[in-house]
């Protein structure tokens, strides 16, 4: 059965394995589960979380992946299908500004939702540039309403006459320009064409080759705001893992997937270490790329083989520092982005060239200006994060990722971080060795496939496989992308996918 004409009329299906549990694997399991399927959700790690993991050491908390909450409707989505509200399950607090940013010449910017507020730091640089803010404002604003309001980035991109359709749309909106030419268009100064361009880097993309769908984002966070929630990202994890536990659903930790089971063309359940576990479907949030090379036989494989997996452009991974230092630094905002003098050339050496550079950019994560309970008092948990070339490199990780450390830890030093090292009480590193070991992460990647218009809607991975009926794929490497709104959406998408599969299973909540 590989088509919904080949489904029995009246069968739904009883059961489901969800692979992986990011937060595409928690809000897929949810939806599946409120539909009154049983879902197993199986991850190979100690906890649930994929990329969204915690780690504590020394009385020191650290969110270990995504550290920001965007599109908080859409989160609610996810908990009206348990039967709840996003309100009631954790608390938010607004953060301003969303980001503080230092520039190389020591200028900085309070990137935040507040037009005034970002016009008048927009004069200090160009005063040109501040008349034209509500411009590109106004020209993101209808990409923000496709993808958000009407549900581009929940709709599966399986068939190409969608993706047909939209490219009138995509014409009309500009939307075919890549990032920075989007927002150079508007803006002169060097200042502003990276902060309203810098965001698809966020979700691995490289802002001189992402298109400009992805400017939505700007439009997205002042129209939502940028968001906390008390006890770091990890408590939005374990809100869903409770959802999902009170539905009904079953979850199984330690549990590597050794290999999906195909019979006759289809996705019957996945093999663990202690056995079979059957199923009537298989959502996978594991990498795309892993999903499809490892855990599913070549002879099962006419379109995603290893040659077409290997072809694909897999973002750039990330170096990881976990710093618990002994005071406070409070030049640091919740979210700091510390930029070199080098921009496309940098991201050229990480993306293309593929080199470990001398230089680098940052961005710093400290908790701890919003919520004293992430460290002891008086101190601070900080999480630096340098973008790096994925595993395509050849970089060797065991003998270089100290030195880098070093020269990182140098660096912000010199930059401001005063005596850092003499208060640190954790150092912890998480290298794109470990994004391959600890998340099966294909190439190390940090985000999944690299959003550009080659891998965007319906040339990135479909969420209904084109090789085996009855799998289907959530999280950052097929659509819409990276992000937490972006795998969340992917999860819809799947269930929509689901739902047109088993016609007897209603539409209701889509």
Sequence with gaps: MNSVTEQKKGAVPRTAIVIGSGFGGLSAAIRLQSRGIQVTLVEQREK?????YQMKEGGYTF??????????????KVFACAGTSLSAALPLLPLDPFYRVFFHDHSRFEYNGSPEGMKAQMRQYNAADADRYDDFMKAVAPIYAEVIEKGLGSRSFGNPWTMIRFIPTVIRLGAWRTATQFANKYF????H????????????????????IYQMIPFLERAQGVWYTPGGMYSLTRALEKAFIGLGGVVRTSTPVTRIRVEGGRATGVEIPEGFLPADLVVSNADVGFTYA?????????????????????????FLIFLGVKKRYPELAHHTLILAERYKDLLKDIFKNKILPGDFSMYVHAPTRTDDTMAPPGCESLMVLVPVANQASGIDWKTQAQPYADKILDFLEQWGLTDLRENLEVFKLFTPDDFESELSAWRGNAFGIEPRLSQTGYFRPHNRSEDLAGLYFTGAGTHPGAGVPGVMLSAE???RCIVEDWPALTKKGL
């Design 493 to 495: 998408a799947a269930e």
């Design 294 to 318: 490892k855990l599913i036989a070549p002879e099962h494989r006419r379109k995603w083989t290893d040659a077409k997996v290997n072809r694909q452009e897999f973002t750039m991974s990330c």
């Design 188 to 191: 002169k100064d060097w200042r």
């Design 48 to 52: 649930v979380g994929g990329r969204a």
């Design 63 to 76: 969110d270990m992946g995504p550290s920001l909450i965007t599109a908080p409707q859409i989160l609610d």
């Design 193 to 212: 064409r990276f902060v309203f361009s810098f965001h698809s880097l966020y979700i691995g993309g490289n802002p001189f080759h992402c298109p400009a």
